[in-house]
């Protein structure tokens, strides 16, 4: 079953635009991550939060955690062509396995 | 410092042939993982070692799938006889001692196509 669920399925913005991506989830985590797939290459960390976390930030990224609502936000500001990915949100669930969700296509138009 | 290593990076073979992909991860983590990625999908755990323990296998397909990793370093994950519905790409991932599910480092994949 699908703990993550990453909204919207898909994101078109302009290149210098901010790109907002968000995670919901359905049982209690020890942490959420972030990571990043470009076409044809393999997956990238990007960014963990733990649960007693509320907001982190990696240059560009912004991610926010709220375990009372089980969602997460992914902020990318001032957008690159190169930022082009798809982006998941994976959760570790106390004493379970990470899970993956579908991720979020986004698209960066120049 | 090399990351994780897989291959082959493409494999194309027919229904019922076995299949073998190869994993080597970064030295020094003791934790690997294995999955399996459909198209469109999120990658979805396959296996998960402790050095040379199988510690988490429920989503493995046991009857087909088997995957062993000798002296705790690389790892080779087998399917014997190969279906169509196994055409997927094949990520391996490693991380280090800190504790499973913190930050894992990807390997390039293996895309399998079943014929």
């Known amino acids: 079953s699908q703990q993550g669920e990453e909204d919207p399925q898909a994101l078109s913005i302009q290149e210098g635009e901010n790109a907002t991506m968000n995670c919901s989830y359905k049982?209690?985590?020890?942490?959420l991550q972030w990571y990043r797939q470009n076409s044809g290459r393999g997956l990238v960390h990007l960014i963990l939060?733990?649960?007693?976390?509320r907001e982190k930030h990696s240059g560009r990224l912004r991610v926010t955690l709220d375990t009372s609502k089980k969602s997460s936000s992914l902020l990318i500001t001032a957008s690159r062509a190169a930022d082009t990915a798809s982006y998941f949100c994976?959760?570790?669930?106390?004493?379970?396995?990470?899970?993956f969700g579908k991720g979020t296509r986004l698209h960066i138009l120049p | 410092e090399a990351g994780v290593v897989q291959s082959p990076r493409y494999k194309i073979i027919e229904k019922k042939q076995p299949v073998a992909f190869w994993c080597n991860p970064i030295?020094?983590?003791?934790?690997l993982y294995w999955y399996l990625q459909n198209l469109g999908q999120g990658p979805e755990l396959l296996i998960r070692?402790?050095?040379?323990?199988?510690?988490?296998d429920s989503q493995l397909p046991k009857d087909r799938f088997s995957a062993e990793r000798l002296k705790g370093v690389d790892s080779t994950l087998k399917i014997q006889p190969a279906e169509l519905g196994d055409s997927a790409v094949y990520l391996c991932?490693?991380?280090?001692?800190?504790?499973?599910?913190?930050?894992?480092?990807f390997g390039p994949g293996t895309r399998l196509t079943v014929l």
């Open positions: 991932a490693s991380s280090s001692p800190a504790g499973p599910y913190n930050e894992q480092f």
């Open positions: 049982t209690s985590i020890n942490n």
């Open positions: 939060i733990r649960s007693n976390e």
């Open positions: 994976a959760t570790a669930p106390i004493d379970d396995k990470i899970i």
């Open positions: 030295s020094g983590h003791n934790t």
């Open positions: 070692y402790e050095n040379e323990e199988a510690v988490d």
